[in-house]
């Protein structure tokens, strides 16, 4: 799709992003790396299981409370500790974890989940179903929880033996083991429940327990000797650095402070350059959005709705500000996952703003109206937010933006319902009915103004009951095409994931939810 007019004061900063990215190298594919680094198999004699791998991210965890969390993407810094009752395989299929086997009973209202036995928490206390039941039920009760309507279907845990348990359900939820790999499976030790230090002192059952935690700054992990799976050689521990800036991130790889650095399409190419380094680039279920509050400002009429989405000029988004490791979105979901509606390509929106003033006269606003749109605090979505605030302003929207900190900003957004808008990126969730249950449902937790359509409730009630895989993804494509026509949100772009990485990393790879298999992340043992 070409480039559009945009305004002037975007235009500069376009302009002069584009001759950095120009000046630094011509795009990348996926994994490319400079300097010989390799991302082939690596044989296990050839690890070093007491190594220490130094990772740049560039915002911490809401809280270690895995219950109590409010960012979906806080999963990056709870796997480690916590094992989840189903894990993921790289294609977001759920295999076995923490429960060794599954099976759908009752017609759908009851599942049936067999324990992995001989498993404990850091602290020593057993993992059994008393463990999951206590879990479960602290979930859907305990003060701040970020997970509870994730399980409001869930009515009861039996726990016919110490390897067993069944959750009985009011009604069938095809997205449970969905929920039961992220933050709703996520199983703490019941006998620390109570500390009042959990949201910095993790106790979970995971491969690593966190052994230092200093809020925005640094995390160590170390490597948990008892861990159930003898096969994952891992790293005696990981350093996780909290780097905001990530110019700071790619000086720290350059240098070798870290092995390992979450970076963007600007610097790819940069990093791509360096001796011995590996860029790996995905495409996840992540994508930088601009969230609506339904219930605020002049949100609840769909054509205001829809002028937003013409105004945004996605294509310019993606070139100038991600340096191409993005492509316009009008829907959550990427090409080539089960979930995308192939009828909503990426320019189902073009960028037309006569056509958005058009929407905003009709809806009684031809001067256009303002609100406020938080921005979550970090580089690219400040920019992300400059340039929204710009387009929207050649149509008569005046946004006025309030930078958020990163880590606070589901809080704010979500939980306090402070700003009219927000711009940040949306973490990807293991199930597609997960995503829309928590944004666009009456009772989802990222629909803090609880408005929807009763044809999208419908549609995802019905989702929700139907365990055939193939109806269920039709029903799924057409809650799609409620959420675009209605245009319930302005999806920008779907951002790709780029984490450099230096010739000491093995096994990297990078789940279709976003974050990183640290079963897998391992060192190479120096010549």
Avoid at 255 to 260: H, M, N
Avoid at 363 to 370: K, R, Y
Avoid at 495 to 518: H, K, M, P
Wanted: hydrophobic share 40%; glycine share 8%.
């Amino acid at each position: 799709m070409p480039i559009r007019r945009v305004p002037a004061v975007f235009t500069a900063l376009l302009t002069a992003l584009l001759a950095v990215a120009l000046a630094g190298c011509a795009p990348i594919s996926p994994s490319e790396g400079g300097g010989g680094a390799s991302t082939a198999p690596v044989a296990r004699e050839d690890l070093d299981p007491e190594a220490t791998i130094r990772y740049a991210d560039a915002v911490g965890p809401s809280r270690f409370d895995p219950h109590r969390s409010t960012n979906g993407q806080d999963i990056r810094y709870l796997a480690p500790v916590y094992d989840r009752l189903v894990h993921l395989s790289s294609a977001g299929d759920p295999i076995p974890g923490l429960a060794t086997a599954w099976e759908w009973q009752d017609d759908g209202l009851a599942l049936r989940m067999t324990l992995r036995q001989d498993v404990r928490f850091h602290d020593g206390a057993p993992f059994d179903s008393a463990a999951v039941k206590a879990n479960i039920e602290r979930e859907k009760t305990v003060e701040g929880s970020s997970v509870a309507a994730d399980l409001a279907s869930v009515t009861s845990v039996e726990t016919p033996d110490p390897n067993t348990v069944v959750l009985r359900l009011s009604k069938r939820n095809s997205m449970l083991l969905g929920l039961l790999s992220h933050r709703a499976g996520a199983m703490a030790s019941p006998t620390a429940f109570d500390n009042p230090d959990l949201d910095l002192a993790p106790v979970g059952t995971g491969m690593y327990k966190v052994t230092s935690y200093r809020p925005n700054d640094v995390i160590v992990y170390e490597r948990n000797p008892d861990y159930w799976n003898r096969d994952v050689v891992g790293a005696k521990s990981i350093e996780l650095r909290i780097l905001p800036d990530e110019v700071t991130r790619m000086n720290a790889l350059r240098t070798g402070e870290v092995d390992v650095a979450l970076l963007s399409g600007r610097l790819a190419g940069e990093a791509s350059g360096l001796p011995g380094m590996t860029v790996h680039r995905d495409t996840t279920l992540t994508y930088l959005v601009l969230y609506l509050n339904r219930a605020r400002s002049e949100f609840g009429d769909p054509r205001v709705r829809q002028a937003l989405n013409y105004a945004v000029n996605r294509q310019a988004i993606a070139q100038g500000i991600y340096f191409g490791a993005a492509q316009p979105t009008v829907q959550p979901f990427p090409p080539d996952y089960y979930a995308y509606n192939p009828a909503y390509p990426g320019d189902f929106y073009p960028h037309d703003p006569a056509k958005a003033r058009q929407l905003l006269a009709e809806a009684g606003l031809p001067d256009g109206f303002e609100f406020e749109m938080l921005v979550t605090a970090l580089s690219t979505y400040t920019q992300a937010g400059e340039a929204i605030q710009q387009m929207l302003a050649e149509v008569g929207i005046k946004a006025t933006i309030r930078n958020v900190e990163a880590a606070q900003t589901a809080d704010v957004y979500y939980r306090q319902q402070q700003g009219d808008a927000l711009v940040s990126q949306w973490g990807g969730r293991p199930d597609p009915s997960m995503t829309i249950d928590l944004q666009f449902t009456s009772t989802g937790f990222s629909n803090p103004g609880r408005v929807t359509t009763p044809r999208l409730e419908e549609l995802q009630r019905t989702a929700l009951d139907t365990l055939d895989p193939d109806k269920r993804r039709d029903t799924i494509h057409q809650e799609v095409g409620e959420l675009v026509d209605q245009a319930f949100q302005v999806p920008i772009v779907l951002d790709e994931s780029v984490i450099a990485t230096n010739q000491r990393i093995a096994g990297f790879e990078l789940l279709v939810t976003g974050q990183v298999d640290f079963q897998k992340l391992a060192v190479r043992k120096q010549q």
